[in-house]
C-alpha cells in the first residue's frame, strides 16, 4: 500500500512552507547542520525582490513565500513534529520535516538559468 499524501493535513501554506525550508536547508549559505542528529537549522531567509524569491537555481513566486514571514506557520509545523521554530530568529527542520514529502516542490521551485 503506497504511502497516503500529506499524513499530517498540512493546509496548502504549510505545505509551500515547507517545501521552501526543505530547499534552504540545502543551501550552505542559509543552513547549517544540527543541532541534533539529522537536523538542519535555517537561519539566513532570502529576501524576495519584485515578485519571486531565487534559491540557488530555483526562483519561487513571491505569492508562495507568504507562510516564510508568519510565526503561526512556523509554529503549526512545531507542533507537527516538523520543526523547531525559534521566530523570527530560525528554524529547525527535523528529520521528520527533511523527509516529509509534500508534493509540491517540483511545482513552486521553477528551475532558472538566471
Known amino acids: 500500500m503506497p504511502a497516503r499524501q500529506n499524513p499530517l493535513k498540512l493546509n496548502p501554506l504549510q505545505l509551500r512552507t515547507l517545501a521552501i525550508l526543505q530547499a534552504l536547508a540545502r543551501l550552505p549559505d542559509a543552513a547549517t547542520r544540527g543541532p541534533g542528529p539529522d537536523e538542519i537549522t535555517i537561519e539566513r531567509f532570502p529576501q524576495a525582490h519584485g515578485d519571486h524569491l531565487h534559491l540557488a537555481d530555483a526562483v519561487v513566486s ?53
Open 62 to 114: 513571491g505569492k508562495d513565500i507568504t507562510g516564510l514571514y508568519i510565526d503561526k506557520v512556523w509554529h503549526a509545523l512545531e507542533r507537527k513534529g516538523l520543526a523547531r521554530a525559534d521566530w523570527p530568529h530560525r528554524i529547525t527542520l527535523t528529520g521528520a520535516g527533511l523527509a516529509y514529502e509534500t508534493g509540491i516542490a517540483d511545482a513552486i521551485l521553477h528551475r532558472s538559468t538566471h
